[in-house]
């Protein structure tokens, strides 16, 4: 009997039962901070346009409607500093894990081809490489990479603000990355899905600086040539339920994922679209959100502390990236034992031993109990 299936790795949260079944014994119940999906109400003008649109009898377009086209690109010329973008460079997705995952296929990737990604990331990124048949490198350089390697890299993932570290690229580093990939014919892909949640000096709304993109003219030289940037509205606009993200860049290179997209029926359903195009035009519940997690942060991350974690990075985002000089395992089960589940550093690579992944994505009563619960010791 011949075997069915791909071959990939068992998913890694499987690994995480009997951490949640510690914390669910605790006497004051559960507090889950380990996958970071929003728990705050999708705002009601999003979902107001999704109802208005469920009158949906005909098949939607893949390559998406004008309108949540042109809201793409006037939404990354004011909030990206991306100016002079075309709808026809534009393009919504099922999600951005859906992307990611299948945007080595979809460029042609296959044997012998290397993906690079950073060094402790999402691992979507591996499996997409795995899907396609090709080899992922973990490196954040592409100096670090040998020269046979180097000369068989395709596709370099960045990811900034980044998952789970909270790292943010600036434009001087994004630049460097982006031109040593262009020197080898690389295709740059940017997974941006954290831009609006920056933290101290990429904390806009406190007087700091905005998260670059990808496609910022003093990263791109004036050209989006072998560049793309992802983007989810997920935890900005709480729609992680709708699948809504989409993908930005070079021209050529999106003309062809839309005919591929199209053949495989990657469709987004059109009022999601619809929604998509009211999240992105309408500002204030972005800043709204925003506000939420910066005080949730800022309860938790002394509290963190306090049990004697060093938080690192995490200047971005929506988690804390935080080592105790321990086991990462350890560390997972210290926090179960007080209620509190979290996410295991190793999930993340190798790189990623001794840290754990704490995320902001807990109701402000939850995020309350976690911090006196790692205050009192």
Request: charged residues 25%.
């Amino acid at each position: 009997m011949p075997e069915f299936g791909l071959q990939l790795p068992d998913y890694p949260w499987d690994t995480m039962v009997p951490y949640r079944k510690t914390a669910e014994a605790h006497p004051d119940g559960l507090v889950n901070l380990s996958i970071g999906t929003p728990v705050d109400p999708t705002p009601d003008v999003i979902r107001r346009a999704l109802a208005d649109a469920t009158d949906a009898h005909g098949y939607p377009t893949t390559h998406g409607t004008v309108e949540v086209r042109q809201a793409i690109v006037d939404w990354f010329e004011r909030r990206r500093n991306v100016p002079g973008l075309s709808v026809e460079q534009v393009m919504p997705t099922v999600g951005s894990k859906e992307l990611v995952a299948w945007l080595p296929f979809l460029l042609g990737l296959g044997k012998g081809d290397v993906v690079v990604r950073p060094t402790v990331a999402y691992p979507t990124y591996d499996i997409g490489a795995q899907l396609a048949g090709a080899d992922f490198v973990a490196a954040d350089s592409l100096d670090e990479l040998d020269a046979e390697t180097r000369a068989r890299v395709r596709l370099v993932w960045i990811n900034s603000p980044a998952n789970p570290t909270g790292i943010v690229r600036d434009v001087d580093e994004l630049k460097k990355l982006v031109d040593d990939a262009r020197a080898i014919g690389a295709v740059v892909a940017s997974d941006e899905c954290y831009a609006e949640l920056g933290w101290g000096e990429w904390d806009v709304q406190r007087g700091g600086r905005s998260v670059p993109s990808i496609l910022d003219p003093a990263v791109t030289g004036g050209s989006n040539d072998l560049l793309l940037s992802v983007y989810s509205l997920s935890k900005q606009s709480n729609l992680a339920g709708y699948r809504a993200a989409f993908i930005a860049g070079d021209a050529a290179i999106m003309k062809n994922l839309v005919n591929s997209r199209k053949h495989a029926g990657m469709i987004v359903p059109a009022p999601v679209q619809q929604a998509m195009t009211v999240a992105l035009t309408e500002d204030s519940h972005v800043t709204a959100q925003k506000d939420l997690y910066r005080a949730r942060r800022e309860m938790l991350l002394p509290a963190v502390e306090k049990f004697g974690l060093r938080v690192e990075h995490s200047e971005a985002g929506l988690y804390l990236w935080a080592t105790a000089g321990e086991s990462t395992w350890d560390t997972v089960q210290r926090f179960a034992d007080k209620g509190i589940l979290i996410g295991p550093g190793v999930f993340y690579g190798d790189a990623g031993e001794g840290y754990v992944r704490i995320a902001l994505t807990g109701s402000d009563e939850n995020i309350a109990k976690a911090a006196q619960r790692l205050s009192n010791g």
